[in-house]
């Protein structure tokens, strides 16, 4: 074997939805373009396409025709009907939402249903992208804990699951709870991730008699500062009040993102997007990938520390490729959320060596010096008052940029 053979198909299936190999130059072309059908087929997929290289240079004598796009699957008339007469019963009713749910038509349709029936619309701790601000219908996120997101449920008698899957713990814990739904409420799942959630919620609504008027939208609000040290707080303070209409935001901010996320339900129309998995890093290339598909929408980065050291060579290429990105370094020194889980699974005196590993300060990281090192402009705030005009001036200017947020 060459020194760089390895099964490439086999790591790809782990963290692909599809993979196809071809097996001939003539293959080449036809297996390509079914890789693009899946990667495009509802609600869109992560695909691997492993072509051997003496594949491309080959001569070939196919005329493989492009492959058509699948519409999404719909769900049947009998379930839209049961999921009617359950909002319609008067009884503790949520909608359990993601996916295409989350976009600004499907909770459009969403704010309808829950204006007919008093329904909460909850939705999923990690999801894949919201659209929210001004203007759009407001949710309840779950939280992350599995005990507090038992709590956040524990009055509901019905959960009707739109666009997502029935909510579970993200880790399983000694003694605390992994079905995170009341064990007597009934779970109606609508489909899977396959089925259009959109169409779900508008059939629902329609079928409800709902108003096309939906009055509940979040209003846009100027939030007064606290000047002084940064806190999560006042962190989503600062980016309510600066955030441009239709930014996008990639969330990692890890222990101290939720405050951003709390304090920007008011803020200009944009997209935020999370973590779905389990991996840390992903965050900066999120960014990365955000600001080459819209170039012409702000991005920002909200960057724990520890997450961003996983795949920080991500503001090389920010800077190579003059991205309008960002970067917000929440640096508290710490893997504070892994700090949070070791309690959580009974180590309640870690030893010296166990905290060392989460602890960043032995060297301190010196990220606005990594920055520069790559080319992009790069400052460091420690007060509510720096961080506010360094990303007004950031989010006036086109442009990589990194902020180090002292926490």
Same mark, same amino acid.
């Given at each position: 074997?060459?020194?760089?053979?390895?099964?490439?198909?086999?790591?790809?299936?782990?963290?692909?939805?599809?993979?196809?190999?071809? !097996?001939?130059? $003539?293959? *080449?072309?036809?297996? &390509?373009?079914?890789?693009?059908?899946?990667?495009?087929? +509802? @609600?869109? #997929?992560?695909?691997?396409?492993?072509?051997?290289?003496?594949?491309?240079?080959?001569?070939?004598?196919?005329?493989?025709?492009?492959?058509?796009?699948?519409?999404?699957?719909?769900?049947?008339?009998?379930?839209?009907?049961?999921?009617?007469?359950?909002?319609?019963?008067?009884?503790?009713?949520?909608?359990?939402?993601?996916?295409?749910?989350?976009?600004?038509?499907?909770?459009?349709?969403?704010?309808?249903?829950?204006?007919?029936?008093?329904?909460?619309?909850?939705?999923?701790?990690?999801?894949?992208?919201?659209?929210?601000?001004?203007?759009?219908?407001?949710?309840?996120?779950?939280?992350?804990?599995g005990e507090m997101a038992?709590?956040?449920? !524990?009055?509901? $008698?019905? *959960?009707?699951?739109? &666009?997502?899957?029935?909510?579970?713990?993200?880790?399983? +814990? @000694?003694? #605390?709870?992994?079905?995170?739904?009341?064990?007597?409420?009934?779970?109606?799942?609508?489909?899977?991730?396959?089925?259009?959630?959109?169409?779900?919620?508008?059939?629902?609504?329609?079928?409800?008699?709902?108003?096309?008027?939906?009055?509940?939208?979040?209003?846009?609000?100027?939030?007064?500062?606290?000047?002084?040290?940064?806190?999560?707080?006042?962190?989503?303070?600062?980016?309510?009040?600066?955030?441009?209409?239709?930014?996008?935001?990639?969330?990692?901010?890890?222990?101290?993102?939720?405050?951003?996320?709390?304090?920007?339900?008011?803020?200009?129309?944009?997209?935020?997007?999370?973590?779905?998995?389990?991996?840390?890093?992903?965050?900066?290339?999120?960014?990365?990938?955000?600001?080459?598909?819209?170039?012409?929408?702000?991005?920002?980065?909200?960057?724990?520390?520890?997450?961003?050291?996983?795949?920080?060579?991500?503001?090389?290429?920010?800077?190579?490729?003059?991205?309008?990105?960002t970067v917000l370094i929440?640096?508290?020194?710490?893997?504070?959320?892994?700090?949070?889980?070791?309690?959580?699974?009974?180590?309640?005196?870690?030893?010296?060596?166990?905290?060392?590993?989460?602890?960043?300060?032995?060297?301190?990281?010196?990220?606005?010096?990594?920055?520069?090192?790559?080319?992009?402009?790069?400052?460091?705030?420690?007060?509510?008052?720096?961080?506010?005009?360094?990303?007004?001036?950031?989010?006036?200017?086109?442009g990589p940029r990194l902020?180090?947020?002292?926490?």
């Amino acid at each position: 074997d060459a020194p760089l053979t390895s099964d490439i198909a086999g790591l790809t299936a782990a963290v692909c939805d599809w993979t196809g190999v071809s !097996s001939s130059s $003539d293959n *080449l072309a036809k297996v &390509g373009l079914e890789a693009w059908q899946a990667s495009m087929s +509802y @609600p869109g #997929k992560v695909t691997a396409f492993v072509a051997p290289a003496n594949h491309a240079w080959e001569p070939a004598n196919s005329d493989t025709p492009i492959p058509v796009i699948e519409s999404a699957k719909t769900v049947g008339d009998e379930e839209i009907t049961k999921a009617v007469e359950a909002l319609r019963d008067g009884s503790a009713t949520a909608i359990f939402l993601g996916g295409h749910a989350l976009r600004e038509t499907g909770l459009y349709q969403a704010g309808r249903i829950a204006e007919a029936t008093g329904a909460r619309l909850i939705t999923e701790t990690f999801f894949t992208r919201q659209q929210r601000g001004a203007g759009r219908v407001p949710t309840e996120r779950l939280p992350y804990f599995g005990e507090m997101a038992q709590a956040h449920l !524990s009055d509901l $008698d019905t *959960l009707v699951v739109i &666009g997502s899957k029935p909510p579970v713990s993200f880790f399983a +814990y @000694p003694d #605390k709870p992994g079905w995170l739904s009341p064990k007597d409420a009934t779970v109606i799942r609508m489909g899977d991730h396959s089925v259009d959630a959109i169409n779900t919620l508008e059939r629902i609504a329609n079928a409800l008699g709902a108003s096309d008027r939906v009055s509940n939208v979040a209003q846009r609000v100027e939030l007064e500062l606290e000047h002084g040290p940064i806190t999560a707080v006042e962190l989503g303070k600062v980016i309510a009040n600066r955030l441009p209409e239709n930014a996008i935001v990639s969330d990692e901010g890890a222990t101290n993102g939720l405050g951003a996320f709390l304090m920007t339900e008011n803020a200009a129309p944009h997209d935020w997007l999370t973590l779905t998995g389990g991996a840390i890093g992903q965050g900066l290339p999120l960014a990365l990938g955000a600001a080459v598909a819209c170039p012409d929408r702000k991005v920002l980065a909200l960057e724990a520390d520890g997450s961003a050291m996983y795949t920080v060579q991500a503001l090389w290429t920010m800077v190579r490729e003059n991205l309008d990105i960002t970067v917000l370094i929440l640096n508290n020194g710490s893997y504070a959320i892994l700090n949070i889980e070791l309690a959580r699974v009974g180590v309640a005196q870690p030893g010296p060596t166990a905290l060392s590993l989460l602890d960043l300060t032995n060297p301190s990281i010196q990220w606005t010096d990594i920055a520069t090192g790559m080319g992009m402009a790069a400052g460091r705030v420690d007060t509510v008052e720096a961080l506010d005009a360094a990303l007004a001036s950031a989010m006036s200017e086109y442009g990589p940029r990194l902020i180090e947020v002292m926490l």
